[in-house]
């Protein structure tokens, strides 16, 4: 009997085995996902009593103790509005010269790659003391949202044109090809191939780059200002909703509320706009190939 028993416990044994690394890895992907999920329960725990319509639609005020956050969420839209059309084209052309016209092995290709790798790895507080320096003091643009949303494309450029490049490069050259087969021309090829099948990665990128323009706070504290009142004009100073939980946790005395009341609505705003820009670009790319 004990004999009997050894086929079947030999066989537990190693389907024991080759279950361990599957149970580790999802022991690991349950603890990382736990450590993401606790912040953002206790956010939603404490700022969900504040969120309200009046928080959405009042100015603040008592040094943002009381009011709500309407100037910010305008200040923040006009400074990642700025940083995004500045830099988006910029990283579009370079991502589509690095893909299309120019050699992967070539000198330029190289140092072009090098510099965004460069650029990457600048801490953003060094942007900061750039936008600071050039825009606000040699320009004359002074603490104001251009200052800010200029400073925050140079910051962002990096990673919208290493996705956007990574966009065009997971295209492959099968596609090319067979365009230019078919008698397209380069610039056919571009329009009617390679940028419909690349739009969702590009979308995933100018996503990546508005979040981490969203959540940017020491490029903005030297370049767009601290001011919490109701921009006129984008050389008004303004308070990005990231610089104003910031300011609300660390120098405002009774302001811890009004900032997880914020702090959800980055949440809040962060999941809309990606969803949105997603459902977006599946919709074009849908009609874009119907089209043509």
């Known amino acids: 009997m004990q004999n009997a028993n050894i086929p079947k416990f030999s066989h537990f044994k190693t389907a024991l085995k080759n279950r361990l690394p599957t149970l580790g890895f999802d022991l690991f992907a349950g603890c990382v996902v736990i450590v993401m999920l606790l912040p953002v329960i206790d956010i939603i725990i404490h700022g969900l009593p504040v969120l309200s319509w009046e928080f959405l639609t009042e100015n603040p005020s008592s040094a943002g103790r009381e009011g709500g956050i309407a100037s910010i969420l305008v200040s923040t839209s006009l400074i990642v509005g700025v940083s995004l059309f500045a830099a988006v084209p910029v990283a579009f052309g370079t991502a589509l ?11 330029l290709a190289s140092l072009i790659r090098g510099s965004l790798d460069v650029l990457a790895g600048v801490p953003s507080v060094v942007f900061g003391l750039f936008g600071l320096a050039l825009l606000c003091r040699e320009l004359g643009l002074g603490y104001s949202i251009l200052a800010g949303g200029l400073t925050l494309s140079c910051m962002i450029l990096p990673l ?50 508005l979040t981490r323009a969203l959540a940017e706070t020491a490029v903005l504290l030297f370049t767009s200002g601290y001011a919490d009142r109701m921009p006129t004009s984008l050389l008004s100073s303004g308070r990005s909703i990231s610089l104003h939980i910031y300011e609300l946790m660390t120098n405002v005395p009774g302001g811890d509320q009004t900032a997880y009341g914020s702090a959800l609505v980055l949440i809040l705003l962060l999941g809309l706009i990606s969803v949105v820009m997603h459902a977006a670009s599946r919709l074009m790319q849908k009609r874009y190939i119907s089209f043509y």
């Open 97 to 107: 010269v690095l893909s299309e016209y120019v050699s992967p092995t070539s000198t």
């Open 160 to 209: 919208l044109t290493r996705s956007m490049y990574s966009a065009f490069e997971s295209i492959g050259n099968q596609y090319r090809i067979t365009g230019f087969a078919l008698g397209l021309s380069r610039v056919s090829v571009l329009i009617h191939v390679s940028l419909p099948l690349a739009l969702p990665a590009i979308t995933a990128g100018i996503v990546l780059g």
